[in-house]
């Protein structure tokens, strides 16, 4: 049995290492000021789709992302650890919107590549921790869903078992195909970048990326039609627009505020037995221990 699997991706800001300059006045995100990466769950649901295709050769991994132009860069790096080829979801019309219209756009996308198996994305996204685009994505879709994916455990014909972490424990239950699943991030981590793969991808490109570059890779492209990530607008899935960016996003921000912690005064300790007893009370005394 051959399996097509999409995995949902997204492109986020680094928020482990936000500092002062992280938002903007006006409370949006400075994405300038902070690296661009893979979302960590979603790498974990790769991992998970990536198992499958090692499981059953033939199978096909494809990654979905949102974003703009430089958000190709996710689909080139799941592809040096294993994923088939992507698709960027990209246009104007798509900012700002909200875990509703998000999943409007995807859903669409997804049903573009019918037939598949398994949609599979991380638990959450570190840049919004809604974890509402996976389930929202599998309702438009009609799909069921298993959220909380630990690991995938079996896969027989029709039906799917997958072990959940839950809060208090761990749960196993089984799904009918297609099914919708959110990998939690205490899975298993992604496998590392193969330097084959990234020999044969480092050149996949999107036309906006190529239309930005100064390089030619007419004839490469024409060999190697599996380089082109292709990029899907608005018009590309047929949308609707007001059920798009802010027009289509109920979610309203009333207010935000950029909080960063930094320490007044540090005390350096040693191996003395009066420091240790010195530290030892001011845990207490703060009620960190005790």
């Known amino acids: 049995m051959k399996y097509r699997i999409v995995v949902l991706a997204k492109q986020v800001p680094d928020t482990r290492n936000v500092g002062k300059d992280a938002m903007k006045a006006d409370g949006t995100v400075n994405r300038a000021a902070l690296p661009a990466i893979f979302n960590p769950e979603d790498l974990n649901a790769l991992e998970q789709a990536l198992r499958i295709k090692d499981r059953f050769p033939g199978s096909e991994v494809i990654i979905l992302t949102m974003g703009p132009f430089r958000a190709a860069e996710i689909i080139r790096e799941a592809m040096y650890r294993g994923a088939d ?5 990209t246009d ?6 909200d875990t509703l219209a998000t999943s409007y756009a995807i859903s669409l996308a997804v049903k573009k590549l019918v ?4 949609v599979i994305s991380g638990r959450q996204a570190i840049d919004g921790d809604t974890a509402q685009v996976g389930p929202q994505t599998a309702e438009k879709l009609n799909l069921p869903q298993v959220t909380y994916a630990e690991e995938i455990l079996d896969i ?6 997958i072990k959940r972490r839950l809060e208090r424990g761990v749960e196993v239950v089984k799904s009918a195909i297609p099914v919708a699943v959110t990998v939690h991030g ?3 981590s992604c496998r590392p970048r193969l330097a084959k793969l990234v020999m ?9 990326e190529l239309q ?15 380089l ?4 899907w607008t608005v018009a590309d899935l047929n949308a609707d627009v007001e059920m798009l960016g802010l027009s289509g996003s109920p979610t309203k921000v009333k207010k935000i505020e950029n909080v960063v912690l930094a320490h007044k005064d540090s005390k350096k300790l040693t191996s003395d037995d009066k420091d240790l007893d010195w530290l030892m009370q001011e845990l207490i005394s703060s009620h960190v221990i005790g």
Do not use: C, M, W
């Open 85 to 89: 080829r992507g698709y960027l979801i």
């Open 92 to 97: 104007r019309k798509f900012a700002g919107s």
């Open 200 to 208: 044969k991808n480092k050149h996949a490109r999107t036309v906006t």
């Open 186 to 188: 205490s899975a298993a």
């Open 156 to 161: 027989q014909d029709n039906n799917v078992t």
């Open 115 to 118: 037939p598949y198996h398994f």
């Open 212 to 226: 930005e570059e100064t390089k030619d890779y007419t004839d490469l492209y024409t060999h190697r039609p599996y």
């Open 228 to 231: 082109q990530i292709e990029e």
